[in-house]
């Protein structure tokens, strides 16, 4: 099945820097690719997404970025602010047997840190 | 804005008693899930949900799980006999679509303690 690496699992930047968060998977068939935000205590919650069909999607200052040759993807944050203290999840949709519809398959998590 | 409802948001139990926890998916949302996060660790995929059956699920989603749609708005994950590994915070979550045509939604959590 489908498996999902993440790193790094901790992160601590400078506010106004960026940050960046790598992920790799193992399915060449999985073909969406989620990033979910989970403060602590918190739910997790969607913060962008990408399908297979798009290399890169960008809203405001989250981008991500998503190579399938390599089955590689990337959360960038720029301008980043101590509200973006969180713990980041990716994820990647396994495959879908019969007539299953594939479900989520997350990461380790990275824990970022934003410094004033 | 609709979100995704769990209860209670904490529960102690004692190890072999069975649990029922219990979600209240958004509306009109046809497709439901069960995930876990022991603590510290990463969510894990139990169960998905579609059409009154279990369209897929892990290898963590044994026997002693079970989940049910007992009426038009909840949706059920039942442990019959908890082990002390089960202590965990269970997520529900929705989609309007199957998963990549449309964004899972999370409940709150319901934190497990199995003593």
């Not at chain 1, 820097?17 to 919650?45: H, M």
């Not at chain 2, 948001?9 to 008693?17: I, L």
Request: proline fraction near 5%; glycine fraction near 6%; charge should be negative.
């Amino acid at each position: 099945g489908e498996n999902v690496e993440q790193h790094p699992s901790t992160l601590s930047v400078q506010e106004g820097d960026s940050a960046v968060i790598k992920c790799t998977y193992s399915d060449s068939a999985s073909n969406y690719f989620p990033w979910y935000k989970q403060e602590l205590g918190k739910r997790p919650q969607l913060i962008i997404d990408i399908r297979s069909n798009v290399g890169e999607k960008k809203d405001q200052r989250i981008a991500v970025t998503l190579n399938k040759t390599a089955k590689h993807f990337s959360l960038h944050i720029t301008e980043t602010q101590p509200e973006d203290s969180a713990v980041y999840f990716c994820a990647a949709k396994g495959r879908n047997y019969g007539g299953s519809q594939g479900n989520l398959i997350f990461g380790k998590g990275t824990k970022l840190s934003v410094k004033p | 804005e609709p979100e995704v409802t769990q209860t209670p948001s904490h529960q102690v139990t004692q190890m072999g008693q069975e649990v029922i926890l219990r979600c209240v998916p958004i509306s009109n949302h046809l497709y439901f899930y069960w995930y876990r996060q022991i603590l510290g660790q990463k969510v894990e995929f139990l169960v998905s949900f579609y059409n009154n059956e279990i369209s897929e699920k892990s290898e963590i989603f044994d026997d002693q799980f079970s989940v049910e749609r007992p009426d038009g708005s909840n949706f059920t994950l039942k442990i019959r006999s908890t082990k002390l590994e089960d202590s965990a915070m269970y997520f529900c979550a929705s989609s309007e679509q199957p998963t990549s045509q449309s964004e899972q939604f999370f409940g709150p959590g319901t934190r497990l303690t199995v003593l």
